[in-house]
């Protein structure tokens, strides 16, 4: 049963991948007059790619709170526990991502990325840096929001880690805001199937997700971090918002499992 579930999941996959790149062109080349409509567009387009590839996979979302859309758009910023993370943030929020430039370079995803208005970010140099938050700057300035993962990789998920506080340069730049949420994968293993542990190949990783049965998530839109001028309490407070409904949902979680003393 669990390779006939990773055979039917992975030609799902498969098939939506060219379909919605499709898609995704078109509305680039249709659009490529209009910026600003061309970057709302193709947001809707990832959301609708993103419930697809959760609905494929088996991961459901209860989503906890909404985000309301501020004249200068929002920078979400979220915990990070897997590859899956990318298809849940996408399913819950119209954006565009924040990503390390190498995927550029990947098979299929490189394309994918490229067509979803991505913006890259290369760690190796100052430029680098300079550049990205120039461009998260112009994209809040529209009115768009835009997805990082400031702890920088994937964790193990039982820890809000130190949050990188460059992305949050363009919030000050764009008078924007921040939008924390909290991602929290609700099965049995510890850590979660959604976790991609060190040592574990992409394909791996994704292997053992599609072939997991069912995966529930919970996503926490937690209240706006606004007003700041200094990028570094920026991130902290965010991280901290994050970090503490973390700690508040485990230690729920530890109460119903340990259950009432006789």
Known sequence: MRY???IYRLTGLLL???????????????????QNVRYTMIARVMQVWGKLCCWVMGVRIQRV???????HGGLIVSNHVGSVDIFVMAACFRMSFVSKSDVRTWPLAGYMTRIANTIYIDRTRRRGLTAMVQAITARLRSGHFVVVFPEGGARSGHQVEHFNSSPFEAVVQAESSVIPVMV????????SVACWPKGISFVGNIKRLLMHPRLNVKVWVLPQVTGETD??????????LISAKYQEIANLSVEKSSGPEG
Do not use: N, W
């Open 184 to 191: 929290r994968y609700c099965d049995a293993g510890e850590p």
């Open 231 to 240: 990028r570094r309490v920026l991130a902290e407070k965010s991280r901290a």
């Open 65 to 71: 709170g909404s985000v309301e859309q501020p004249d």
């Open 4 to 6: 006939f579930r990773l």
């Open 16 to 34: 939506i991948q060219p379909a919605m790149g499709l898609v995704g062109l078109a509305t680039l080349i249709v659009l490529s007059p209009f």
